[in-house]
Protein backbone atom coordinates (compact mmCIF):
# COMPACT_ATOMS: atom_id res chain seq x y z
CA UNK A 1 0.00 0.00 0.00
CA UNK A 2 1.06 3.52 -0.86
CA UNK A 3 0.12 7.00 -0.15
CA UNK A 4 0.52 10.24 -1.83
CA UNK A 5 0.09 13.61 -0.86
CA UNK A 6 1.02 16.29 -3.54
CA UNK A 7 1.68 20.03 -2.97
CA UNK A 8 3.15 22.95 -3.83
CA UNK A 9 0.16 24.11 -6.00
CA UNK A 10 -1.06 27.41 -6.56
CA UNK A 11 -1.87 30.81 -8.74
CA UNK A 12 0.97 32.12 -10.87
CA UNK A 13 1.31 34.25 -13.49
CA UNK A 14 1.67 33.08 -17.03
CA UNK A 15 5.69 32.74 -17.64
CA UNK A 16 6.40 31.67 -14.09
CA UNK A 17 7.33 28.84 -12.24
CA UNK A 18 5.73 26.28 -9.22
CA UNK A 19 7.62 22.99 -8.35
CA UNK A 20 4.82 20.17 -7.41
CA UNK A 21 5.72 17.69 -4.66
CA UNK A 22 4.63 13.83 -3.91
CA UNK A 23 5.43 12.59 -0.52
CA UNK A 24 4.59 9.13 -0.59
CA UNK A 25 4.20 7.03 2.50
CA UNK A 26 5.86 3.20 2.99
CA UNK A 27 9.38 1.61 2.72
CA UNK A 28 8.83 0.77 -1.11
CA UNK A 29 8.89 4.03 -3.10
CA UNK A 30 11.71 3.09 -5.01
CA UNK A 31 9.82 -0.12 -5.84
CA UNK A 32 7.37 2.14 -8.19
CA UNK A 33 7.62 4.22 -10.97
CA UNK A 34 5.85 7.28 -10.75
CA UNK A 35 4.02 9.92 -12.67
CA UNK A 36 1.72 13.04 -13.27
CA UNK A 37 -0.92 13.32 -14.53
CA UNK A 38 -3.25 16.72 -14.61
CA UNK A 39 -7.29 17.04 -14.91
CA UNK A 40 -8.87 19.98 -16.23
CA UNK A 41 -12.19 21.48 -15.56
CA UNK A 42 -14.33 19.17 -18.20
CA UNK A 43 -11.46 17.41 -19.59
CA UNK A 44 -10.17 13.79 -19.59
CA UNK A 45 -7.36 13.45 -17.29
CA UNK A 46 -4.04 13.60 -19.20
CA UNK A 47 -0.62 12.84 -18.95
CA UNK A 48 1.88 14.67 -17.77
CA UNK A 49 5.18 13.38 -16.72
CA UNK A 50 6.75 9.88 -15.68
CA UNK A 51 10.13 8.92 -14.18
CA UNK A 52 11.54 5.03 -13.35
CA UNK A 53 12.19 3.59 -9.94
CA UNK A 54 15.58 5.07 -10.09
CA UNK A 55 15.34 7.95 -11.76
CA UNK A 56 17.51 7.40 -15.07
CA UNK A 57 14.54 7.01 -17.43
CA UNK A 58 11.48 10.00 -17.69
CA UNK A 59 9.39 10.41 -20.12
CA UNK A 60 7.18 14.18 -20.93
CA UNK A 61 4.22 14.80 -22.87
CA UNK A 62 4.96 16.50 -25.89
CA UNK A 63 2.92 19.93 -24.11
CA UNK A 64 5.38 19.95 -21.35
CA UNK A 65 8.53 18.52 -23.15
CA UNK A 66 11.58 21.32 -22.28
CA UNK A 67 9.15 23.17 -19.41
CA UNK A 68 8.40 20.66 -17.05
CA UNK A 69 11.53 18.78 -15.23
CA UNK A 70 10.27 15.46 -12.92
CA UNK A 71 12.89 13.71 -10.65
CA UNK A 72 12.54 12.05 -7.33
CA UNK A 73 14.49 11.73 -4.41
CA UNK A 74 14.12 8.06 -3.18
CA UNK A 75 15.84 8.87 0.26
CA UNK A 76 13.27 11.06 1.02
CA UNK A 77 10.55 9.43 -1.01
CA UNK A 78 9.33 12.15 -2.84
CA UNK A 79 8.72 12.84 -6.61
CA UNK A 80 9.28 16.16 -7.88
CA UNK A 81 7.84 18.25 -10.87
CA UNK A 82 9.33 21.34 -11.89
CA UNK A 83 7.05 23.75 -13.73
CA UNK A 84 8.72 26.48 -15.94
CA UNK A 85 7.39 28.97 -18.70
CA UNK A 86 3.86 28.25 -17.44
CA UNK A 87 0.81 28.80 -19.58
CA UNK A 88 -3.02 29.45 -18.81
CA UNK A 89 -3.56 25.71 -20.80
CA UNK A 90 -1.39 24.09 -17.82
CA UNK A 91 -4.07 25.36 -15.55
CA UNK A 92 -5.53 22.01 -14.15
CA UNK A 93 -5.11 19.73 -10.57
CA UNK A 94 -1.95 17.97 -11.05
CA UNK A 95 -1.84 14.29 -9.83
CA UNK A 96 1.10 12.04 -8.49
CA UNK A 97 0.39 8.28 -9.41
CA UNK A 98 2.31 5.45 -8.31
CA UNK A 99 2.48 2.02 -10.52
CA UNK A 100 4.50 -0.87 -9.50
CA UNK A 101 6.56 -1.04 -12.84
CA UNK A 102 10.29 -0.20 -13.90
CA UNK A 103 9.45 1.81 -17.02
CA UNK A 104 7.63 4.59 -17.08
CA UNK A 105 3.80 4.66 -18.26
CA UNK A 106 2.30 7.24 -20.02
CA UNK A 107 -1.39 5.38 -19.53
CA UNK A 108 -3.10 5.70 -16.06
CA UNK A 109 -3.87 2.49 -16.36
CA UNK A 110 -0.60 1.13 -15.20
CA UNK A 111 -1.24 3.02 -12.06
CA UNK A 112 -2.56 1.58 -8.81
CA UNK A 113 -1.94 4.46 -6.69
CA UNK A 114 -3.54 8.26 -6.75
CA UNK A 115 -2.92 11.14 -4.74
CA UNK A 116 -5.37 13.66 -4.18
CA UNK A 117 -4.07 16.21 -6.51
CA UNK A 118 -3.27 19.71 -6.23
CA UNK A 119 -4.55 22.89 -7.63
CA UNK A 120 -2.49 24.73 -9.97
CA UNK A 121 -3.89 27.65 -11.82
CA UNK A 122 -1.94 30.14 -14.18
CA UNK A 123 -3.24 33.54 -15.61
CA UNK A 124 -2.73 35.19 -18.43
Known amino acids: QVQLVESGGGLVQAGGSLRLSCAAS????????MGWFRQAPGKEREFVAAISRSGGTTVYADSVRARFIISRDNAKNTVYLQMNSLKPEDTAAYYC?????????????????WGQGTQVTVSS
Open 97 to 113: AAAPTMIPSRSSYGYDY
Open 26 to 33: GRTFSSYA
